[in-house]
C-alpha cells in the first residue's frame, strides 16, 4: 500500500483553486518556493517521469515541448522541472526514494544534471515582449552583458554574446504558455519597426 492521502486543504467544505503558477508577484509562485512545497504535492505519474528523464544524465541537452489540452498538468510539471534544475540533489533523491518505493527502476536509478541555472517564467502575460530581456534580467550575470550588448547599438544581441553568457553561466529556460505569448506578438511589420528593421528571433 502507497499509503496515500488527500492534502488538508482538500479536506475543507470548499474546494481550493488548484492552478499551478510558476511565478506570481507576491512571490508565492512555484519556481519561487522551497522545491519541498512542490513535491509534497507531486506523484511521480508517467508523465513527470518523462520531464525528469528529459533533464537528467541519460539524454543530452536540447529543446522539450510539454502540449496539453489546459489542466493537464503542464505547469505543476514545469515546475517540477524547475526545481530539478534548481536543486537537482533534492529532486534527485525525491524521485529516487519514490522509485524504491514504487519499484520503479528508472526514478530509483535517476541522476538529474547540476550546475544550470533556471529561469522559469509564464510569459504569456508579455511582461517580456523580447525573450532576451528575461534573459538578461534574471541571469546571474546579465546586468554585465546586457552592459555590453547596450554598447554594441544592435537591434538584439548577437549568438557570440549569448554563447559568452551561457558559458558563464549555463542556463535552463523554462517558458510558460510559450504558445500563447507567440500568438500574441501580432503583426510582424509593427514587431520589424521595433526592432530596427529585424524580426525578432525566438
Known sequence: MLNLKLRDEFLGSQMPGTAIALRRKDNTGAAQRDPDFILSITYPTADVQTALRAVSTDRPNRPIVLMGDR????????????HAVESSSQVQMWANEWGNRLGAQPLSGLVLDGGFFAISEPVHNHEYPLLWDLIFERHPKGDFFRGKFNQMDRP??????????????????????????????????????????????V
Do not use: N, T
Open 71 to 82: 489542466g493537464r498538468g503542464k505547469s505543476h510539471i514545469m515546475a517540477v522541472m524547475h
Open 156 to 201: 538584439y544581441p548577437p549568438r557570440s554574446l549569448l554563447e559568452e553568457m551561457f558559458e558563464a553561466q549555463p542556463v535552463a529556460l523554462i517558458l510558460d504558455e510559450f504558445q500563447k505569448w507567440f500568438d500574441g506578438l501580432g503583426d510582424q511589420r509593427a514587431l520589424r519597426g521595433r526592432c530596427g528593421g529585424h524580426s525578432p528571433r
